[in-house]
């Protein structure tokens, strides 16, 4: 990943010229350069780690898995939010942890711990640097000092039941090297979101990801059978059957937890062999409420698509679901739905036909398979479309939320109208694009992204608009994130979220496992 910006320096493109006049025309950008620095003239503070501390961590990890150079602080000095990148483009100071740690092994997690609660020093643990969320801020409260706690060295793949069809992954391993590992096995896991390519088992788990194959295989949370966790109270082994009935699930504690409570080390997961078949069709619309009934039919009938989404109007004009097609005027309106089925060919067959029943019932016209391919070929690189779109000008951010099918239109209306209005008194007009990203039997995923002009200071620009997005999420109803996780960000929404009592609830499991408060302070918990 890079410092300041969304993963591989080589896979960034510039803006296309359809881009570059979607801007001009929808919202008077003339695209230019702005001023940022490059690395070599951050300005991080002084690492605040003292030598006596560093000796101590170097003798639990060896000398070479500590470092307090500036690259590598850099480089884990938060995620990748739209906030996180504007804050790279400060001239002035900026924070990073004062160290980053990478155990080889639990029992190195576990005296790391131990050592950092001893000596009042913060431990944020670090994956693959993805979080959209401030959930990796090196936010150190009253704490002496803070490290990031990098985990790549958990890397393994443990063990794979073939018959039981689970596998035990380290938590360090990143999307794509787990399913290279399974698919050697000829086995694969099926969980695929946006930071797929960067983000790291550990991770998934952490933050209660969603894949964007989640129709098909669940959220990552209904894939884990079991996982283990080092905290400071102890050592967490949690998961002995599919299901049981022995109190409450105390894994499902663990994932969403996002490292506040403890180090997740290894996850059991539910795999399946690597399909044999894959079928794509994609679908027109006249219109978005007429799209999200045909998806509700299609997942309360349950046929088993494994990729199911819809644009609205405004997403679909601009072709943002074909990402290498921004700003082309290659669609004839509607709003585009996406279909993908994988399994064997009978399975796959059989899904698509009754599925196809269903939309063409519900007022969809096929477009055949180009469209989903494309939508495929380009799922990964929308990050890479708003490094762009920062560097020349432009506000570019992403929101997501869930709500039942009875409130998406509220939802949708009431969040479009928050960033709009906010937006434009800011002094910018807004384009603000929807897609349905997963859907459930009761509701659905509700994703936006947002385009606008920077105006003043564009980090206060977007937490405003954003608060009052956030606002009106929690006004209709729905949830203040389906996927993104909470972080610094959401945090302050979460008491409205869980009541009173559930955040007297976690800060009770917060004091039993951290009672030093050292694991990832100022995230999750109000």
């Not at 990478?102 to 190195?108: N, R």
């Not at 080390?265 to 399909?275: A, D, G, N, Y």
């Not at 180009?370 to 000008?393: C, I, T």
């Not at 909470?486 to 009672?515: N, S």
Request: contains cysteine.
């Amino acid at each position: 990943m890079q410092w300041n910006a969304w993963g591989d320096a080589a896979a960034a493109k510039p803006l296309s010229p359809g881009t570059r006049a979607l801007l001009e025309q929808a919202l008077g950008i003339e695209a230019h350069d702005v001023d940022e620095p490059s690395a070599d003239q951050v300005r991080l503070r002084p690492s605040a780690l003292s030598q006596t501390d560093r000796n101590g961590l170097s003798a639990i990890v060896g000398e070479a898995n500590v470092t307090v150079d500036d690259t590598a602080r850099l480089l884990r000095a938060g995620g990748k939010s739209t906030l996180d990148l504007l804050r790279r483009r400060d001239f002035g100071v900026q924070d990073a942890p004062d160290a980053v740690l990478a155990p080889g092994d639990e029992d190195e997690v576990s005296e790391i711990l131990a050592f950092c609660g001893d000596r009042s020093i913060a431990v944020v643990p670090f994956g693959g640097g993805t979080s959209v969320v401030g959930g990796l801020d090196p936010l150190r409260g009253d704490f002496k000092a803070v490290v990031s706690l990098d985990l790549r060295r958990l890397d393994e793949l443990h063990a794979l039941d073939e018959v039981s069809w689970e596998a035990e992954l380290g938590a360090g391993l990143s999307g794509p090297e787990a399913e290279r590992l399974l698919g050697a096995r000829g086995f694969a896991l099926g969980h695929y979101p946006q930071s797929f390519l960067f983000a790291t088992i550990g991770g998934f788990a952490a933050t209660r990801s969603s894949g964007q194959d989640s129709a098909g295989y669940g959220r990552f949370n209904d894939m884990v059978r079991g996982l283990r966790a080092v905290t400071p109270a102890g050592v967490l082994d949690l998961g002995r059957a599919p299901e049981s009935a022995a109190g409450p699930d105390l894994r499902q504690l663990l994932i969403g937890s996002e490292g506040t409570l403890g180090v997740i080390t290894r996850v059991r997961v539910r795999v399946h062999p690597v399909p044999a078949a894959t079928r794509y069709e994609a679908w027109s619309f006249p219109d978005f409420a007429t799209g999200a009934d045909a998806l509700r039919a299609v997942v309360q009938t349950g046929t088993g698509p494994t990729v199911i989404r819809l644009s609205d109007e405004a997403e679909t004009g601009v072709n943002l679901a074909t990402t290498d097609n921004i700003g082309e005027q290659t669609n004839t309106g509607g709003c585009l739905a996406i279909t993908v089925f994988e399994g064997t060919e009978a399975h796959v067959a059989s899904r698509h036909s009754e599925t196809r029943a269903l939309l063409e019932a519900g007022g969809g016209t096929s477009l055949g398979e180009e469209p989903a391919r494309a939508w495929e070929h380009g799922r990964f690189n929308a990050p890479y479309l708003r490094d762009a779109l920062l560097s020349a000008g432009a506000l570019c951010e992403t929101l997501e939320t869930a709500t039942n099918w009875s409130n998406v239109p509220t939802l949708k209306a009431a969040v479009t109208e928050a960033l709009t209005a906010t937006l434009t008194d800011s002094g910018t007009p807004a384009l603000v694009l929807c897609h349905i990203s997963h859907v459930y039997p009761t509701g659905a995923s509700l994703y936006f992204t947002v385009v606008a002009a920077q105006r003043g200071n564009p980090v206060e620009q977007w937490r405003t608009a954003k608060a009052a997005a956030s606002d009106a999420i929690m006004r209709v109803g729905a949830t203040i994130t389906h996927h993104h996780a909470v972080g610094a960000d959401h945090r302050p929404w979460m008491r409205d979220e869980i009541g009173d009592v559930g955040v007297q609830v976690l800060r009770a499991v917060k004091k039993t496992l951290d009672p030093a408060g050292i694991l990832n302070p100022g995230k999750l918990i109000p």
